[in-house]
Nanobody, 115 residues
Framework: QVQLVESGGGLVQPGGSLRLSCAPSRDIGSIRGMGWYRQRPGEQREWVAS???????HYADSVKGRFTIRRDNADNRLYLHMNSLEPEETAVYYC?????????WGQGTQVTVSS
């Protein structure tokens, strides 16, 4: 099993930046795929970005050029750097990992983009 603890959410003004962090309970080097998802109020959860153990990254079109996903082996954390945030990106952001062919989710962290 893997436990995940997210942090870094909060209130930010439109155009602002935030960095989300996800700390897994296992060595990040043993985890194959890691990603971030978000769920807006009243909507289904959607994929935002992912990174595999080899380092390849993938992004949803809506966040390309503004968000950066990064897995840091030294910190044993997964990060999501978010720039130029927009009000419609207000959501609960979740970390997900795939470990031994099973998906694990964090509890989520709230991001609110508002003036």
């Amino acid at each position: 099993q893997v436990q995940l603890v997210e942090s870094g959410g909060g209130l930010v003004q439109p155009g602002g930046s935030l960095r989300l962090s996800c700390a897994p309970s296992r060595d990040i080097g043993s985890i194959r795929g890691m990603g971030w998802y978000r769920q807006r109020p009243g909507e289904q959860r959607e994929w935002v970005a992912s990174v595999v153990s080899g380092g390849a990254t993938h992004y949803a079109d809506s966040v390309k050029g503004r968000f950066t996903i990064r897995r840091d082996n030294a910190d044993n954390r997964l990060y999501l750097h978010m720039n130029s945030l927009e009000p419609e990106e207000t959501a609960v952001y979740y970390c997900k990992v795939n470990y031994r062919n099973r998906d694990y989710w964090g509890q989520g962290t709230q991001v609110t983009v508002s003036s």
